[in-house]
């Protein structure tokens, strides 16, 4: 007995020792197309030595406290967010039940029992006799007999990783969990991004609301005029109707404004968690700031984009996979033991004379599968490949967007200041003409002309300024997230 315990307990020690190899490749992240600089980058202000990147409040930056508020909100309450976050625990979960598969399994049982055969009729003495793990047959001259027995157990059951096929499960699952967790990352600054574009959606709607109830007060007036004109006798009665046809056009514009911003704040109240018809966000004044975003390498993107991080991740656990497979070809050791008691008296149960005991050891090994294993693995090493290609497409994808970004950023700040200048312009144009047809000098078709062009650069410069805010906001989005200052970019990973 002693000999086979030490014989055990060498294998055991054995197997332990094995577990420290893994079959299959170790991971090394693949390599990504990256250039040394951003192509459009040209012009974009450069960061402050202090400055570093964190995925913070970048909302704050706009200044805009009711925008602040509403992130806040999105934070909590938005569903995608929430369903993210159920996801990612129990991606973590998947990990724990991975790891338990290095531990052995204990089982504790009971059982008690009592049989016996069918008695026959006939007459004479019983007798009694103990049967082996202390079963106690009744015997009849009748040929009738029963048993009883009580038993009690604990056994344990372990498969030793020997060739890293639980610790290639535990990484793989692991890996899924970080994809999971940058799939968080993701849906949160997918959601924080929809909805500053959303706002500032919304308030571009109220600031060309405003410029349209102006611009129908204005209509108003000429179409007073050109009436007053025709009346004395001084234009004709087309003067009117052009007037009428730009009243009624604005009112209709002013209409369907009022329904872009319906929209706006109903998508708005979807983000942040609440039924559009109990969400209301009054009119306020336009907080235009556009940030300034500091400029930064391409190469900072592989740790800042959560979507490059969950491709990458994926990469990790497709190359765990091949391990897991090519452990297939190696033999299944298996380690069983057992201790417990068996009895006929309930009493008598738990005493070293009802003591049973077992233990060994198991090897297994698939000799033939008609190259099932060898498919296998060329699925799990194809799949890894694939996970690689799609990697490098989210890194050039990636790349594109922050360079169409820039590119939007430099070209918008431009057209802010020509739209300014265009609507100055127009505005005085307007002023003049209305001057000189009620002087008599033009025709209304004139008047037509400039109130339409000036009415046109209003709304450009709205529509320019909300322009530059939403690009902002896709940029610091293609960057993976906003800036702090003084802050470790190490730790918001």
């Known amino acids: 007995m002693k000999h086979a315990l030490y014989t055990t307990t060498a294998i055991a020690l054995a197997c332990a020792a094995l577990t420290g190899c893994a079959v299959g490749p170790n991971y090394v992240r693949p390599s990504a197309p990256i250039s040394p600089t951003f192509k459009e980058a040209s012009g974009w202000s450069p960061a402050a030595p202090a400055d570093t990147l964190d995925r913070g409040d970048w909302w704050s930056l ?90 009690a157990g604990i056994g344990a059951t372990w498969e030793p990783d020997i060739w890293g096929a639980v610790r290639r499960s535990i990484e793989s699952a692991n890996a899924t969990a970080q994809a999971t967790a940058a799939q968080l990352a993701a849906a949160r600054l997918s959601a924080q991004g929809e909805l500053a574009t959303d706002y500032f959606g919304l308030r571009e709607a109220d600031a060309e609301i405003a410029i349209d109830q102006a611009t129908i007060t204005a209509y108003q007036r000429a179409l007073t005029i050109a009436q007053n004109r025709y009346n004395a006798g001084v234009t004709v009665r087309s003067d009117v109707y052009q007037a009428q046809t730009q009243l009624a056009n604005a009112q209709a514009d002013l209409a369907g404004l009022d329904q872009q911003r319906s929209n706006f704040e109903h998508a708005i109240a979807v983000l942040v968690g609440e039924a559009p018809g109990n969400f209301t966000l009054a009119a306020a004044p336009w907080v235009g700031t556009v940030p300034a975003i500091p400029a930064m390498v391409p190469s900072t993107l592989l740790q800042r984009r959560p979507d490059i991080a969950t491709a990458e991740r994926k990469v990790q656990a497709a190359n765990a996979q091949i391990g897991i497979q090519t452990a297939a070809f190696f033999p299944t050791v298996s380690l069983t033991g057992s201790y417990g008691y068996a009895a006929s008296e309930l009493g008598h149960l738990i005493s070293s004379s009802s003591s049973l005991w077992s233990y060994g050891a198991s090897v297994a090994e698939t000799l033939f599968d008609g190259g099932a294993r060898i498919a296998r693995v060329k699925q799990a090493k194809a799949t890894h490949d694939q996970t690689v290609a799609q990697y490098r497409e989210t890194v050039l994808e990636a790349l594109e967007n922050v360079e169409n970004e820039l590119a939007a950023t430099r070209v918008l700040a431009q057209q802010a200041a020509l739209r300014i200048q265009a609507s100055t312009a127009a505005d005085a144009a307007e002023r003049i003409v209305i001057n000189q047809y009620q002087s008599g000098q033009i025709s209304y078709t004139d008047v037509v002309t400039a109130e339409t062009t000036a009415y046109t650069a209003r709304r450009a410069v709205a529509q320019s300024a909300a322009a530059r805010q939403t690009t902002a906001v896709a940029l610091i989005q293609s960057l993976g997230g906003g800036w702090k200052t003084g802050t470790d970019p190490k730790a918001s990973r």
């Open 62 to 151: 706009f200044g805009d406290p009711i925008l602040t508020g509403l992130e806040t909100k999105v934070q909590v309450n938005n569903q995608n967010i929430i369903a993210a976050e159920a996801a990612y625990r129990e991606a973590r979960a998947v990990v724990s039940e991975q790891r338990a598969g290095l531990f052995p399994t204990v089982d504790l049982t009971g059982s008690g029992t009592k049989s016996g055969t069918g008695a026959k009729s006939g007459s004479g003495s019983g007798t009694v006799i103990t049967g082996a793990g202390g079963t106690t047959i009744v015997t009849g001259a009748g040929g009738s007999s029963t048993s009883t027995q009580y038993r």
